[in-house]
C-alpha cells in the first residue's frame, strides 16, 4: 500500500523559513518524478517545484524561484520543500505528489501559514 506522509508545516513570520517533509512508503521511491503544489484560499492548485527522477532535474514557479528547492533523499524515501525567505502570499496548504505513468499518489497536505 502507497503511502505518502506530509509534516513540517506551520506558522511563520514573513522572511522566515521552513521546511516541509513527505515521507513515501509502499514504491520504488527514486523512479517517480516529485513535486510540490500548493492551494491557497479561494485559488486554484499551483506546481510549486519538481524534480524528475533520479534527481535528474528541478524546476520552480517563477513566485518561488530563488527561495525555495526540492532536495530529495532517495535512501530515506523523502522529497523536502526547503522555503526560505517566506512572504504572506506563500500562505497555502501544501501537498507533495509523486507521479510516474499511470501512477498518481498525493500526500494529505499540510497548512503554511505566514503572518506576523
Known amino acids: 500500500q502507497v503511502q505518502l506522509v506530509e509534516s513540517g508545516g506551520g506558522l511563520v513570520q514573513p522572511g522566515g523559513s521552513l521546511r516541509l517533509r513527505c515521507a513515501a512508503s509502499?514504491?520504488?521511491?527514486?523512479?517517480?518524478?516529485m513535486s510540490w503544489y500548493r492551494q491557497a484560499p479561494g485559488k486554484e492548485l499551483e506546481l510549486v517545484a519538481t524534480?524528475?527522477?533520479?534527481?535528474?532535474?528541478?524546476n520552480y514557479a517563477d513566485s518561488v524561484k530563488g527561495r525555495f528547492t526540492i532536495p530529495r533523499d532517495n535512501a530515506k524515501n523523502t522529497v523536502y520543500l526547503e522555503m526560505n525567505s517566506l512572504k504572506s502570499e506563500d500562505t497555502a496548504v501544501y501537498y507533495c505528489?509523486?507521479?510516474?505513468?499511470?501512477?498518481?499518489?498525493w500526500g494529505q497536505g499540510t497548512q503554511v501559514t505566514v503572518s506576523s
Open positions: 524534480m524528475t527522477s533520479y534527481g535528474g532535474s528541478t
Open positions: 509502499g514504491l520504488p521511491f527514486s523512479t517517480y518524478v
Open positions: 505528489n509523486l507521479k510516474r505513468i499511470p501512477y498518481d499518489f
